[in-house]
């Protein structure tokens, strides 16, 4: 094999007890991509001949997410160094470099990975690891240095001296490992330790008495955070949507309130287009060019064309398909339904299961009524319709083109093209009955009133009072 060849290994087999969770933790998700998908992705970019993901017993969904990397079962999960040594076998006679990645540090980028593999075989390190300076250390293994500042040793948080706590270059977990050295440092690794656990951070000192050099390089600590808890979710989360945002803007997108707005790992945003405050974009959303989104939109598994509208207030689902030019208004849903260029929705609409026309108007309050309690059924309406306020358009039904349904209409059976339908009461108007009617009631209520105010509230209020007297 030549010196870099490359095989990745991403230890996820930990039970995670600091999320307090039945889910793995490396299946959490930020920018709504598991906290695994992220680190296989930055282990993509490297091109590696191998990647392996080591999961513990029965986590099958681990595995599932992994795909199309192998995976590996560590049968009993007693810490780092026995998580590496479940690969031995995979990786059997391979001795190019071995990159260990962490399956809870979503945030790492491959950039430093290259300078770290770059760094090990610069020095021709047996180890070299990736630090950080986090401003609280807190729970991370503490790098102690040599005099000529290689690395010589990792120190776990519960194991540090006092000295070794006050260290502020930490251990990130990232690290480049020579293949023909791996498992026999592995294989000296013991649990003598507050954990009692094997931990892959002691190879380094088990190098150095080895006379072998460890080296290491520091990276962003915004890239190399672990997330063990909710609280350290969190954090990653918004360390990743400042990532994406900064990204969204750097391609040419204008977001109004950056801070306010929260995207998917796969959103793409067009350039010129505009995203007012607190828009929200779940998975699977492409949006075209100069389209504009104002405040309060949620967005999830929709194509928007270029030059588009959406919003405020409006909801796109799973399925929304709009072409170029399409207004979608306030308060108006769309899911699995294709708009064709220039239809118009502008307020307060329900449309599912349908695809309508080019220029259409859709009229406030029309509803698609999809969902009959067993099936979801099609609508179909053609171009140049025009759709009254307030219409229920009862699937399935087809409205041919350049149609136009009555206002407050229930349109049951299918519409043919330039015919009017209408389907609602017939308008009865009698002259002069509101006078009437008004007239009837004043008479007949004006007496009874007087009698009752005058008498009953004196009596119920007078009484009490003299009680508590
Ligand atoms: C680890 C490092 C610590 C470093 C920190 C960075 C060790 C001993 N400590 O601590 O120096 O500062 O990461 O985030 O390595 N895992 C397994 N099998 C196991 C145990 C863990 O696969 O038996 C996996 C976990 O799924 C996780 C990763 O290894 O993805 C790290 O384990 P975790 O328990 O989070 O280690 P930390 O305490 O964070
Ligand atoms: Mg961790």
């Known amino acids: 094999m030549t010196e870099s060849s490359l095989a990745v290994l991403i230890l996820a087999a930990g039970k995670g007890t600091r999320m307090v969770s039945d889910r793995p933790k490396v299946m959490h998700e930020i920018a709504h991509r598991s906290l695994l998908h992220h680190v296989l992705e930055a282990a993509k970019a490297l091109q590696p001949e191998r990647v392996i993901v080591v999961v513990g017993p029965g986590m099958q969904d681990v595995a599932d997410e992994a795909l199309p990397a192998e995976t590996v079962v560590q049968a009993h999960q007693r810490g780092t160094g026995d998580a590496v040594n479940a690969a031995r076998d995979a990786l059997g006679s391979f001795d190019g470099d071995v990159l ?110 080895r006379g072998l050099r460890c080296a290491t390089i520091e990276a962003p600590v915004e890239e190399m955070m672990g997330v063990n808890s909710r609280a350290e979710l969190a954090h990653a989360e918004a360390a990743m949507q400042r990532r994406l945002r900064a990204k969204a803007m750097a391609a040419g997108v204008t977001f109004t309130a950056p801070e306010t707005v929260f995207l998917s790992v796969d959103t793409h945003i067009g350039k010129d287009s505009i995203v007012g405050p607190f828009v929200v974009f779940g998975p699977e959303v492409a949006v075209g060019q100069g389209v504009v989104i104002p405040a309060f939109s949620h967005i999830t598994g929709a194509t928007i064309g270029d030059h588009a509208i959406v919003g405020p207030f409006a909801r796109l689902r799973p399925g929304a398909v709009l072409a170029d030019n399409v207004h979608i208004g306030n308060f108006v849903e769309v899911k699995n339904s294709t708009l064709a260029e220039g239809v118009k929705a502008n307020h307060l609409a329900y449309l599912g299961d349908s695809s309508i026309g080019e220029r259409t108007n859709v009229g406030a309050g029309t509803i698609t009524c999809n969902y009959d309690g067993f099936a979801k059924h099609r609508t179909t309406i053609g171009r140049d319709v025009f759709i009254g306020t307030n219409a229920s358009l009862v699937a399935p039904v087809t409205i041919g083109d350049g149609a136009i349904i009555g206002a407050g209409s229930v349109i049951t059976a299918d519409v043919p093209a330039d015919a009017l339908a209408l389907g609602r009461g017939r308008q009865v108007v009698k002259k002069a009955r509101a006078k009437t009617w008004r007239a009837k009631h004043a008479s007949a209520k004006a007496a009874p009133k007087k009698k009752k105010t005058a008498k009953k509230p004196a009596k119920k209020i007078a009484k009490p009072k003299k009680r508590k007297r």
């Not at 760094?119 to 040599?146: F, I, Q, S, W």
């Not at 690395?151 to 977990?173: F, H, M, P, Y």
């Not at 480049?176 to 094997?198: Q, T, V």
Request: aromatic share 4%; charged share 25%; glycine share 8%.
């Open 100 to 209: 260990v990645l962490y399956g809870d540090t979503p945030l790492i980028a491959s950039a430093a990975l290259r300078r770290l593999l770059a760094e090990r075989r610069k020095h021709n390190a047996a180890v070299a690891v990736v630090g950080m300076r986090p401003t609280d250390p807190g729970v991370y293994g503490r790098l102690v240095l040599a005099a000529d500042g290689t690395l010589e040793a990792i120190v776990e948080a519960a194991d540090c001296t006092e000295a070794q706590r006050k260290i502020t270059l930490c251990n990130s977990g990232v690290m480049a490992i020579d293949g023909k050295r791996l498992f026999e440092l592995i294989a000296a690794i013991s649990d003598g330790n507050s954990k009692s656990e094997y931990y892959l951070t002691d190879i380094v000192a088990i190098a150095r008495e």
